[in-house]
């Protein structure tokens, strides 16, 4: 033990630290951390303010890959289904071969075992097999057997077979598939970016991801960034592969940057607000006080009162009620249900809407008049209510009424104190939300609120990017004064002691500053002053936040720091390399989609994932091609290493990066191309070609049993559009040149998947003739006897390839049936060298002969083809030799049966008539 211990500590110290100090941080892998939580920020504010795209549904139901498990539970019960005595009814003899079929050849199959290995197939893949059998072979039976129905019934069967075996594979995903809510966003992320959940709740704290406003004055400061740089004429950070795009390029991020600002305006208009841009560029005006108003709910509930029993004055039989209205608005008044004195207890709810922001609610309590034509009721107390939508609350109080009843000697009126009458009330009111903040405050200005004085102000939302202050007064549904803060920045002030305003309700300032005007607010506590200036940060869209902002509380600002995310979270976005960080964000999604996720995706991704992707892209200008050809490159990789893609993927992408290229999209008839994404292009084209050739080459493998659906035929057409696929755009630089190639024509593009089919054709063919039961040498089959084995090998091959490929083959005319001649042609070395070796008319060639005559008779295609008519040619000798000798062997027999026989007349008569022996 002693030695052991010793033996770590030399390690240790010979790797160059000591107990008690910590392990060197590899600087390679502390910068990808960087890196990662970087991105996370950037990405956390675009699912914390998404506005340039919208969640969409799932294209289609996902399901879960099948395993090696569940293709073990489904291999035992097709054997048991098959050794069961109770499936051998003739009727479904049918059935029962393609069951058998189903279990023997595909099952069994190494292709089988490769599809559950690959991932990109599930049950549903298996089901689709077995369709395709049987529908096969139930367009053998007659007309009348009613195949549809049989059909149905047949597939109804297989399901109850696999039912118990794959019931957890069989589900449709639902859970990562669908729309996605932010919280679900942020958690799938942090686990694709590595972030942990304590580092996402700091981030989320410091950048105020709940707070919709911070996020809309993110944004916007964003745009303002990324507009400047563009117009402030500096030189392109990209080499393009013309002169002329360089101007062009700047035109484009002026157009995005207008799309993303009318994108950030348009969801306002849910909010009913009055539009304002504040530009006089766009020719509209700057808003007044007269543009818009304010609406607020106010809700009050009268519970109980208190005292009113026994009050001299008033008869006990009368039945009180109470009377609520808003001083200023005599439209509507609501009045409760009348209750007895003895029991003065409501339920009733009053609901008022007003614009005034400070508005005052009286609540009355009366009886019933002695003047039947008195309606309103004598009044006993009323109480009044000074509203403001920031400081009430819900909760329901006591209050004491105002005596407004007459009692006594001479008709005077009683105190309250004497009086007694108590209200329980609970009164709310709501803020509407355009109206971010208001409050008491202290204000003067240069040109608004000349006089230190306070005010109640309030901070209005009228666009999406233009906000008011507002100065109101009691009972006033317009603003006194207001004023816009577009230009305005604001910042923490700290008066000196000349300076108004050293009030106490006034100590902590701050102040807004424009060229030539100047606004100075005062606040009664450090918090209230802080609210304001964030929320007016906010507003003015400055890039620079005020210093002493800080709205972290507690331990959250040293540990920011600590971590060192406060220095990320301050970066702005137009400074940084977004290129090379969208493409580290993709790969990294699709890395755990592919490997980590057990959807059958084939490359797509989820919902929530490409809708965070897209927001991105939008949000911080990644180029059109950037986005689609680093997708496009990642799922060759994917391809190359075996996973499964869908060819509809393929062709998705790379019509989208051959569409930008030639400009086919375009207003302007072309879009920028840099010199890296032409680079890119033609490498990444080169290895989807290359994909694409293996893929038509060794198709039985790739696409096992025509799974998925259609993939076969999507991949000739797809490399079809690859090799007629020609640049024609103008390219200025020299390197650039040499990558220009002649366009294929669709002749030749037949030709070229021919010879893949070919190539395909041999190694298949090598395949089949390896495999048992025949025995084989390093040259091939050994036998006449293996000959016709191989023979049924391959007509075998040939109708699962008819049922499974035979729609994808005839894409070009007569594809397939030259594909099957190349096979035939392999096998006819084969056969003509184990021919070469039999005796000339021998009868063991016969049985081959027949086989393949009739196969060949009995297909339309290789009727009299080339290796029909071959194998005519090659078997006409040894037939006929088999003819001759069998002739001369059957004339010699009858010679020596004639030599030995003698004949004889008997019983002749004079019609000579007799009768030999």
């Known amino acids: 033990g002693i030695n052991a211990e010793y033996g770590v ?23 990808h951390k960087k890196k990662l939580k970087l991105i996370y920020i950037l990405l956390a504010r675009c699912i914390a303010y998404p506005f340039t795209t919208k969640q969409t549904c799932d294209r289609g139901y996902r399901y879960m890959n099948i395993n090696e498990t569940a293709l073990i539970k489904m291999k035992e019960s097709f054997r048991e289904y098959l050794k069961s005595p109770d499936n051998t009814d003739s ?27 690959s991932g990109g197939y599930t049950t549903k893949d298996f089901q689709h097999v077995f369709k395709k059998k049987i529908y096969h072979l139930v367009c053998k039976l007659p007309d009348d057997y009613g195949r549809m129905e049989l059909l149905s019934v047949w597939i109804t069967e297989y399901d109850e077979i696999v039912s118990h075996s794959s019931e957890e594979h069989d589900r449709r995903v639902t859970n990562t598939e669908g729309q996605l809510n932010k919280n679900q966003l942020y958690t799938l992320f942090q686990k694709i970016l590595e972030v942990t959940s304590y580092e996402h709740k700091l981030l989320f704290n410091a950048m105020q991801l709940n707070n919709n406003d911070e996020q809309t004055a993110a944004v916007r400061r964003e745009l303002e960034n990324r507009s400047a740089r563009v117009n402030s004429g500096e030189k392109p950070p990209y080499i393009f592969i013309h002169q002329d795009m360089a101007a062009q390029y700047r035109e484009e991020e002026r157009k995005s940057v207008r799309e993303l600002q009318e994108k950030h305006t348009n969801p306002m208009k849910d909010m009913n607000l009055m539009q304002f841009d504040g530009s006089e560029k766009a020719g509209k005006s700057m808003p007044c006080k007269h543009d818009f108003v304010l609406n607020f709910n106010v809700e009050v509930e009268v519970m109980e009162v208190k005292g009113l029993a026994g009050i001299k004055g008033v008869q006990q039989d009368r039945r009180a009620f ?47 008049s002695n003047n039947p034509l008195h309606f309103e009721g004598r009044p006993l107390g009323e109480i009044l209510f000074k509203m403001k939508p920031e400081t009430l609350s819900d909760r329901p109080k006591w209050d004491d009424l105002e005596a407004k009843v007459e009692v006594g000697q001479g008709g005077v009126q009683m105190p309250n104190s004497v009086f007694g009458l108590q209200i329980k009330t609970c009164v709310k009111m709501d803020k509407p939300e355009n109206m971010k903040l208001g409050g008491l405050l202290y204000i003067r200005g240069t040109s608004h609120w000349q006089k230190w004085k306070r005010r109640y102000i309030v901070l209005v939302k009228v666009g999406q990017i233009v906000f008011c202050l507002c100065s109101y007064k009691e009972k006033q549904a317009t603003p006194n004064e207001m004023l816009t803060l577009e230009g305005y920045t604001v910042n923490y002030y700290s008066p000196e002691s000349e300076h108004p305003g050293t009030e106490e309700d006034a100590k902590y300032q701050f102040r807004l500053l424009k060229e030539g005007e100047e606004v100075t607010c005062g606040a009664k506590d450090s918090h209230t002053q802080q609210l304001w200036v964030n929320a007016l940060y906010r507003a003015t869209g400055q890039t620079t936040r005020p210093e002493k902002s800080d709205h972290l509380r507690g331990n959250d600002v040293n540990d920011i720091r600590k971590a060192g995310l406060d220095m990320l979270i301050s970066k702005e976005p137009c400074k940084l390399d977004q290129d090379s960080l969208f493409r580290t964000l993709q790969s990294l999604t699709l890395e755990y989609r592919m490997k980590k996720e057990s959807t059958a995706c084939r490359g797509w991704l989820s919902t929530g994932q490409e809708f965070a992707l897209q927001e991105y892209a939008e949000r911080y200008g990644i180029r059109y091609l950037t986005v689609h050809l680093s997708y496009l490159k990642e799922l060759v990789d994917y391809a190359n290493q075996g996973y499964v893609i869908d060819p509809n993927k393929f062709r998705d992408l790379f019509k989208n990066c051959c569409n930008h290229i030639q400009g086919k999209n375009s207003d302007d008839g072309v879009w920028t191309v840099t010199k890296e994404e032409f680079l890119e292009f033609y490498e990444v084209r080169s290895q989807l070609k290359a994909l694409l050739i293996h893929q038509i080459t060794d198709f039985r493998r790739i696409f096992p049993f025509g799974r998925p659906d259609n993939a076969l035929k999507t991949t000739i057409k797809l490399l079809e559009q690859v090799l007629t696929h020609r640049i024609e755009l103008k390219v200025d630089l020299p390197e650039l040149l040499a990558y220009e190639e002649e366009e294929m024509t669709a002749l030749e593009c037949r030709k070229q998947t021919l010879k893949c089919l070919e ?12 495999q048992p039961p025949w025995q084989s040498n390093e040259e091939g089959p050994v036998g006449m006897e293996n000959m016709i084995k191989l023979a049924d090998a391959c007509i075998e091959f040939q109708q699962e390839t008819l049922v499974y490929y035979g729609e994808a083959l005839n894409v070009y005319d007569r594809m397939m049936c030259e594909m099957n001649e190349a096979l035939w042609r392999l096998y006819g070395v084969d056969m003509k060298y184990e021919l070469s070796k039999q005796e000339s008319g021998s009868r063991d060639i016969l049985p081959l002969y027949h086989k393949l005559n009739s196969y060949f008779y009995e297909e339309e295609e290789l009727r009299y083809g080339k290796f029909h008519m071959y194998l005519h040619q090659v078997f006409a000798p040894h037939i006929v030799s088999y003819l001759e000798r069998e002739e001369a062997t059957l004339r010699e027999e009858l010679e020596d049966a004639l030599e030995r026989e003698t004949w004889r007349t008997e019983n002749c008569t004079e019609d000579f008539s007799c009768c030999a022996v």
């Open 9 to 31: 500590k030399a390690e240790n110290l010979k790797n160059g630290f000591t107990f008690g100090q910590a392990p060197k941080k590899d600087p390679v892998q502390e910068a």
């Open 91 to 117: 009727k479904d003899a049918v059935f029962i071969e393609a069951v058998n079929w189903f279990y023997r050849i595909f099952l069994m199959s190494d292709r089988a075992v490769e599809m559950t290995t």
């Open 322 to 368: 109470c009377v609520m209205e808003i001083e200023g608005q005599t439209n509507k008044v609501l009045c409760t249900d009348y209750v007895t004195q003895k029991n003065p207890v409501w339920t009733n709810k009053a609901e008022f809407q007003t614009k005034q922001p400070l508005p005052t609610v009286k609540v009355v309590l009366r009886v019933e």
């Open 759 to 770: 190539e395909g054709a041999y190694n298949n063919y090598v395949e089949i003739s390896r």
